[in-house]
């Protein structure tokens, strides 16, 4: 299975400051179709997870241009420009170019 | 705009086999280039990808659950399901179904739903 391995694993982070997550994979996530499946998924505690960002970079409907997606390969970044009270939670990153499809093990955002 | 809800039973005993159903509604099944999903999480816990179906009725399933997971879809009813057989404690989670485009990942969740394996 392809390893996901994200850092930091707990990120306190102070209100309207930037903050970043990073997600490493075992394996190359490119795809044989030359797209590249990572994606974001935010989970706020007693929620379902939700998918925030697609394909790297691809913001999903209704997710505030303050979130952006890079990277490429096998490494990859969240970036939050500026956070907010709702940021707070627990993020994964997800490959969908493997199967099985795997997560990374999760980075609580928490505010300080 | 889709919506999925899962049901069934949120206590089974060890050995016997855990059944959830996932209901959707706004769209259907059986059409759209979509595969239908189960995600677990164990409390406290990470996400673990169960196993998927696509509208044709093609499935693919976690080799770490090969063998004891069966997942199938009812048209008629515009559900999909999970069976997972010899279950112990540690199938103990939050069983999530979901609507998976492919390689993006699941974009429509439901709810969740609680299922305690124990005596």
């Known amino acids: 299975d392809v390893v996901m391995t994200q850092s930091p694993l707990s990120l306190p982070v102070t209100l309207g400051q930037p903050a970043a997550i990073s997600c490493r994979s075992s394996?190359?996530?490119?795809?044989?179709?030359?797209?590249?499946?990572l994606n974001w998924f935010h989970q706020r505690p007693g929620h379902s997870p939700r998918r925030l960002i697609y394909?790297?970079?691809n913001r999903d409907s209704g997710v505030p241009d303050r979130f952006s997606g890079s990277g490429s390969g096998s490494d990859f970044t969240l970036k939050i420009s500026r956070v907010e009270a709702d940021d707070v939670g627990i993020y994964y990153c997800?490959?969908?170019?493997?199967?099985?499809?795997?997560f990374g093990q999760g980075t609580r955002v928490e505010i300080k | 705009q889709v919506q999925l809800q899962e049901s069934g039973p949120g206590l089974v005993k060890p050995s016997q086999t855990l059944s959830l159903t996932c209901s959707v509604s706004?769209?259907?099944?059986?059409?759209?280039?979509?595969?239908w999903i189960w995600i677990r999480q164990p409390a406290g816990k990470g996400l673990e990808y169960i196993g998927r179906?696509?509208?044709?009725?093609?499935?693919n399933y976690n080799p770490s659950l090969q063998g004891r997971v069966t997942i199938s879809l009812d048209t008629s009813k515009n559900q999909f399901s999970l069976k997972l057989s010899s279950v112990t404690a540690a199938d103990t989670a939050v069983y999530y179904c979901?609507?998976?485009?492919?390689?993006?990942?699941?974009?429509?969740w439901g709810q969740g739903t609680l299922v305690t394996v124990s005596s």
């Open positions: 979901a609507r998976d485009p492919g390689g993006s990942g699941p974009g429509v």
């Open positions: 179906i696509y509208s044709s009725g093609t499935t």
């Open positions: 394996q190359s996530l490119v795809s044989g179709d030359g797209n590249t499946y």
């Open positions: 394909k790297v970079s």
């Open positions: 706004g769209g259907s099944i059986s059409s759209g280039s979509y595969f």
């Open positions: 997800m490959q969908g170019t493997h199967w099985p499809r795997t």
